[in-house]
T-cell receptor, first 113, second 112 residues
Framework: EPEVTQTPSHQVTQMGQEVILRCVPISNHLYFYWYRQILGQKVEFLVSFYNNEISEKSEIFDDQFSVERPDGSNFTLKIRSTKLEDSAMYFC???????????FGPGTRLTVL | RKEVEQDPGPFNVPEGATVAFNCTYSNSASQSFFWYRQDCRKEPKLLMSVYSSGNEDGRFTAQLNRASQYISLLIRDSKLSDSATYLCVVRGSGAGSYQLTFGKGTKLSVIP
């Protein structure tokens, strides 16, 4: 069964450093998402991406964040200068088309020290 | 303002019990409704979509009341494997909005 994959599973970084979280969505999917979940909190929407551009973004997704689909398979989330409060589980999700289920990857746990 | 609100639990129930979870949402323009399941430190997985007419999938029954902005999930004959956090999820409020808004979840523990 096809699945969304994410690397790394755990990333530890120092405050102020840049991190790139990687996702490989399911191959025939067209819509891509990033969500985050701070430990003990709810899952929160960050951004959606379609046709090589951002469709929607939340208030969390400020200028420190960017997304890219560099090569037609990977979908990346970059945080330019990490803060302690960026520590969370980051989930990538993809969807094939309208009204279809979003499939979530296993997540990357980001720890900012 | 909580957009999707759930009783956090935990609900501790014996095997075989019936358990019900409730959820309210604040945005009356929300388009679609779901229950997701999340195991500890894992990704959310779709359990079922929720339709106005109500829908059933095996031991699971979901109901939606748009007028009251209320969603429910009923689990019959609970199994140990049902132990997880159940997330009430609402899809965006505008045409073309597909972002999901999650509740904080209700934790269920099924006890032998």
């Amino acid at each position: 069964e096809p699945e969304v994959t994410q690397t790394p599973s755990h990333q530890v970084t120092q405050m102020g450093q840049e991190v790139i979280l990687r996702c490989v969505p399911i191959s025939n999917h067209l819509y891509f998402y990033w969500y985050r979940q701070i430990l003990g909190q709810k899952v929160e929407f960050l951004v959606s991406f379609y046709n090589n551009e951002i469709s929607e973004k939340s208030e969390i997704f400020d200028d420190q964040f960017s997304v890219e689909r560099p090569d037609g398979s990977n979908f990346t989330l970059k945080i330019r200068s990490t803060k302690l409060e960026d520590s969370a589980m980051y989930f990538c999700a993809s969807r094939v088309g309208s009204y279809n289920e979003q499939f979530f990857g296993p997540g990357t746990r980001l720890t900012v020290l | 303002r909580k957009e999707v609100e759930q009783d956090p639990g935990p609900f501790n129930v014996p095997e075989g019990a019936t358990v019900a979870f409730n959820c309210t949402y604040s945005n009356s323009a929300s388009q679609s409704f779901f229950w997701y399941r999340q195991d500890c430190r894992k990704e959310p997985k779709l359990l079922m979509s929720v339709y106005s007419s109500g829908n059933e999938d095996g031991r699971f029954t979901a109901q939606l009341n748009r007028a009251s902005q209320y969603i429910s999930l009923l689990i019959r004959d609970s199994k140990l494997s049902d132990s997880a956090t159940y997330l009430c999820v609402v899809r965006g409020s505008g045409a073309g909005s597909y972002q999901l808004t999650f509740g904080k979840g209700t934790k269920l523990s099924v006890i032998p």
